[in-house]
T-cell receptor, first 112, second 114 residues
Framework: QKEVEQDPGPLSVPEGAIVSLNCTYS??????FMWYRQYSRKGPELLMY????GNKEDGRFTAQVDKSSKYISLFIRDSQPSDSATYLC????????????FGTGTRLTIIP | DTEVTQTPKHLVMGMTNKKSLKCEQH?????MYWYKQKAKKPPELMFV???????INESVPSRFSPECPNSSLLNLHLHALQPEDSALYLC?????????????FGSGTRLTVV
């Protein structure tokens, strides 16, 4: 079993829809959770970073963490064609452990 | 400056060549990383430098040799690579070792070995 599971998609939704992206993890030692957006042939871009369980909002993006269920989500409201990219969840144990563990990534296409 | 800059953006090299990838950040981050990413796969960790010292080597073949000349620079020296080493090589940095505040990635060097 992989430490982090993420549905690879592809996921296609119409413009303006709410997008829900999800990851589950098996290692309860993970403390810090991130979402990265990666456009084709570019490096990953940090979108959201969270530590505690609950919701964190930044513009059209909301990150949700449920440590008891080992489940994290990223919601995108009012989706735009420019949101079309691969979204990677990532997590780290922290406390000096430097290894970031990624999900496999979900390829998202927003249809105009 | 909130960027990680990687050069070159593209590199084609033969299996007998020696080349170097360069990475630079001026955010005062004390940890820097090299990742390798194959198509449609997540990035895979290669090396971690923390306070300019190599702290993690993920069993990477010796044909890849990292170097951290100072806290702002990270190099990856390449020698006698194989075609299967063709990939996007990503440099990243974080505020502190452990990356608890998130990693900043560069745009990568797309390497093709012929």
């Amino acid at each position: 079993q992989k430490e982090v599971e993420q549905d690879p998609g592809p996921l296609s939704v119409p413009e303006g829809a709410i997008v829900s992206l999800n990851c589950t993890y098996s290692n309860s030692a993970f403390q810090y959770f991130m979402w990265y957006r990666q456009y084709s042939r570019k490096g990953p871009e940090l979108l959201m970073y969270t530590y505690s369980s609950g919701n964190k909002e930044d513009g059209r993006f909301t990150a949700q963490v449920d440590k008891s269920s080992k489940y994290i989500s990223l919601f995108i409201r009012d989706s735009q064609p420019s949101d079309s990219a691969t979204y990677l969840c990532a997590m780290i144990r922290g406390f000096g452990n430097e290894k970031l563990t990624f999900g496999t990534g979900t390829r998202l296409t927003i249809i105009p | 400056d909130t960027e990680v800059t990687q050069t070159p953006k593209h590199l084609v090299m033969g299996m007998t060549n020696k080349k170097s990838l360069k990475c630079e950040q001026h955010m005062g981050h004390r940890a820097m990383y090299w990742y390798k990413q194959k198509a449609k796969k997540p990035p895979e960790l290669m090396f971690v430098y923390s306070y300019e010292k190599l702290s993690i080597n993920e069993s990477v073949p010796s044909r890849f040799s990292p170097e951290c000349p100072n806290s702002s620079l990270l190099n990856l020296h390449l020698h006698a690579l194989q075609p299967e080493d063709s990939a996007l090589y990503l440099c990243a940095s974080s505020q502190e070792a452990g990356g608890s505040y998130g990693y900043t990635f560069g745009s990568g060097t797309r390497l093709t070995v012929v």
